[in-house]
């Protein structure tokens, strides 16, 4: 049986919004050292701690470091803010679920 069934929705989600953004990232062969090759390498961390924990505070320092990253580098109007912004809503959403807010 999948571990995932016993998981909340919401981190459920937040994995997927991950993996989503890691496979469309990768399917274009991003420039070594550029930009969206930092940023796919730090969606990476963070899906890798989603799946390899139960839960979305286990991810909070993966998620800090791509925040950080975001703050410094990336412009707001470009499409690695909006698929910043969509992470870090999922993983908002399932910090909430998790704290029954």
Known sequence: MDSSAFLPT????FRAVLDRH???LAAHYPERQSTTWFFLRYVQRVARRAHAHGSARDCNSAMRGLTRFYVDRIESDSDLAW???EILEAHRKALRF????
């Open 83 to 85: 698929r910043f912004e």
């Open 10 to 13: 919401a981190y459920v989600e």
């Open 22 to 24: 890691c496979k469309d």
């Open 98 to 101: 998790a704290h029954g807010l």
